[in-house]
């Protein structure tokens, strides 16, 4: 570990001493670990679901009606994924998920959360005035727009479906998956091709 | 409890989001307090809500302070130091929170309900935001550990949860945006009929 100075890092290094002296962990399996969240668990899992719900109606039936089943088709799982639902943004209703508690994420399928999700500002501010909040993430909609914003506030976690871009016409899985980025799927994004 | 966590609605933090923080991890730190949180509550030292009671029950300050992750460190310093510096492994060995349940679910979908004022003194998952407002249910979501007591050592109590939609007229009166709600994943016990 580096030299770091901040308080913070002092303190987990006393904690990671602690824990691995108690044997509840290496020093090893911790790189391993954060290396794993670094490059395997992310959007792109995500991206992928979403991007086989765009090109297979039968899936995306699946999926909207049990999320956690259709997405362990793809093997993905595991923690905070217990019970995954998933909502579709149409050209009626937009959907964004929060957790104003404590942060929950869907991390099978986006990974860890950017800092921005974990920000007193979106976890207080969504929830009250979400068509102002996501104007700032550069997403107008207008007021006939139905905005459903989810509050993950249990164990149950949410993926938005978004809509697919009219202007993509191949159905091509790997290339539309590239298109699908995390924030669509937070709801904080539409997704323009 | 009310507390810093509690952030829904809250007019404290107004800051605006369009220049907004990308990052998963800021230093190396991070990424280890993250996998070491994991370890004590992987070990079963603690579960899941204990570890977000903990993070509750920290320093105001600290909890803005520290950002994500040193909450997540101040937890596990808080629980040990609750075990006097002990780390006890395998208090819990299940990981999952969902449950069978014996009994009906007592609402079904589309039901009329509204929240109840409670406000304990410890862990809930009753944001107060939503606290006696009334919704709609719109989706059964099956039964679950209920953390207000599996936070304090008083057993799993399994109960349905119910996901309830909230208008935004309910919530924020005629401060609210138009054509909006909020839908929030609320345990049976914080429900009644209206």
């Not at chain 1, 790189?31 to 792109?44: A, F, H, Q, S």
């Not at chain 2, 579960?47 to 909450?71: C, K, M, T, W």
């Not at chain 2, 990981?95 to 409670?118: E, K, M, Q, S």
Request: with cysteine; aromatic share 8%.
């Amino acid at each position: 570990m580096s030299h770091d100075h901040d308080p913070r890092a002092i303190r987990t290094e006393a904690l990671e001493r602690l824990l691995v002296d108690q044997g509840l962990i290496t020093s090893a399996a911790i790189d391993t670990i954060i290396e794993r969240y670094e490059t395997d668990v992310g959007p792109l899992n995500g991206a992928r679901v979403v991007a086989k719900a765009w090109t297979d109606s039968e899936y995306r039936t699946r999926l909207l009606n049990d999320g956690t089943a259709a997405i362990a088709e793809l093997a993905i799982g595991g923690a905070q994924g217990e019970k995954m639902v998933v909502v579709e943004n149409t050209p009626d209703v937009h959907n964004v998920v929060v957790c104003t508690l404590c942060s929950c994420y869907p991390w099978p399928v986006l990974g860890l959360p950017p800092a921005w999700y974990k920000d007193p500002a979106y976890r207080s501010r969504i929830v009250r005035e979400p068509r102002k909040v996501l104007g700032e993430f550069g997403l107008t909609l207008d007021d006939n727009i139905e905005i459903r914003v989810w509050d993950s506030s249990a164990e149950i976690r949410y993926l938005v479906l978004p809509e697919r871009p009219e202007s993509v016409i191949d159905d091509d899985e790997e290339a539309l998956a590239e298109l699908v980025t995390r924030d669509s799927m937070i709801g904080v994004a539409r997704i323009d091709a | 409890m009310e507390g810093i966590h509690d952030m829904g609605g809250s007019y404290e933090f107004p800051s605006s989001l369009a220049e907004r923080d990308q990052e998963v991890f800021h230093a190396e730190w991070e990424a280890r307090a993250f996998v070491l949180s994991n370890a004590y509550t992987g070990a079963g030292c603690a579960n899941v809500d204990q570890f977000r009671h903990a993070i509750e029950r920290l320093d105001p300050e600290a909890y803005l302070s520290d950002g994500y992750f040193g909450r997540w460190l101040g937890s596990i310093e808080l629980m040990i130091a609750d075990a006097d510096g002990h780390v006890i492994p395998g208090r819990y060995t299940d990981h999952t929170a969902a449950r069978n349940l014996h009994a009906t679910p007592r609402f079904a979908v589309g039901d009329i309900v509204r929240t109840t004022n409670h406000n304990p003194p410890g862990h809930t998952r009753l944001p107060s935001y939503v606290r006696n407002r009334t919704g709609r249910v719109t989706l059964v979501q099956g039964g679950w550990v209920y953390p207000d007591t599996h936070a304090h050592h008083e057993g799993e109590n399994p109960e349905p949860v119910y996901a309830v939609r909230f208008d935004g007229e309910e919530l924020w009166g005629t401060e609210a945006e138009p054509h909006t709600s909020v839908t929030v994943d609320l345990f049976e016990s914080y429900l009644e009929s209206t």
